[in-house]
C-alpha cells in the first residue's frame, strides 16, 4: 500500500515578517527540515505552495521519497485549501500530513501516527493539535470538498468531521519527552535557542494561519 506525505508550504508568513519557510538553521531551511522528518517514511511527498512561489530543491540523498510540487488552487487561503490541494495530488491512501514551519518533528511519533489514520497528537493538556496528522485519503478528501464548499478553511474542522482519534500524550512523550513534534514556528522569537540547536527549545504552536481577507 502506497503511503503518502503532504507538507502543507502555502502560508503567507505574515507574522514571521519574510519567507519563513527558506529560514535556515543549522544550515538547512524549515521546509527542508520538515521534509526530511516524513522522507524515510512514505513512499512520496507532496509539497504544496503558494501560487508562483518556485520550488526549492532538497538533498535527501538516493533512498528517499521522491518530492513532488503542487500549488496552492488559491492563494493564501488556508490550509484545509492547501491540505485539498495536497490530498488530490498524493497517490496514497494513508496520507501523512505536516507543516513546513515544523523543524523539530520526530519521525518516530509520525511512524505512530501512520499506524492509525485518522489521528493526531494531543498535547500535554488533552487538546487535540491539527498537524501533524494522519488521514485516510480518500475520506478526508470528500469531507475536505464538503468543508470548503461551505466557506471551511480550518484544519481542525476536518479533522472533527473525521472523528479523528487523539493520540494521547503518555502514548508518544517516551519517543518526544519534550513534544517537539508539536512545534512549529510563525513569529522570529520562536526560533530563539533553535539556531544553536533545533532540539533544544520547544515553542507553542498555534492554531494555523487565517486566510487573507
Known amino acids: 500500500m502506497i503511503r503518502s506525505a503532504v507538507v502543507l508550504a502555502g502560508g503567507a508568513s505574515r507574522r514571521f515578517g519574510s519567507d519563513k519557510l527558506a529560514h535556515r538553521i543549522g544550515g538547512v531551511s524549515l521546509l527542508e527540515r520538515s521534509v526530511r522528518a516524513v522522507a524515510g517514511l512514505v513512499d512520496e511527498i507532496v509539497v504544496v505552495t503558494a501560487p508562483g512561489r518556485p520550488e526549492p530543491t532538497f538533498d535527501l540523498g538516493a533512498a528517499a521519497a521522491p518530492v513532488r510540487f503542487v500549488a496552492d488552487t488559491e492563494a493564501h487561503g488556508g490550509p484545509l485549501v492547501g491540505l485539498r490541494a495536497g490530498l488530490g495530488a498524493a497517490r496514497g491512501a494513508t496520507v501523512l500530513v505536516v507543516g513546513g514551519d515544523m ?31 494522519c488521514l485516510d485519503r480518500g475520506t478526508a478528501l470528500a469531507a475536505a470538498d464538503l468543508l470548503l464548499a461551505a466557506g471551511e478553511r480550518r484544519l481542525r474542522a476536518l479533522l ?54
Do not use: F, M, N, Y
Request: net charge negative; glycine share 10%.
Open 103 to 133: 523543524p523539530s518533528l520526530v519521525p518516530g511519533v509520525l511512524a505512530l501516527l501512520l499506524e492509525r489514520p485518522p489521528a493526531a497528537l494531543a498535547d500535554a493538556a488533552g487538546v487535540l493539535r491539527p498537524l501533524p496528522c
Open 160 to 213: 472533527g468531521e473525521l472523528g479523528t482519534a487523539a493520540l494521547p500524550w503518555p502514548g508518544w512523550q517516551a519517543i518526544d519527552p519534550a513534544g517537539l513534534s508539536l512545534v512549529d514556528v510563525d513569529e522570529p522569537g520562536d526560533l530563539a535557542g533553535k539556531q544553536r540547536d533545533p532540539d533544544l527549545a520547544v515553542g507553542v504552536s498555534r492554531e494555523e494561519e487565517p486566510p487573507d481577507p
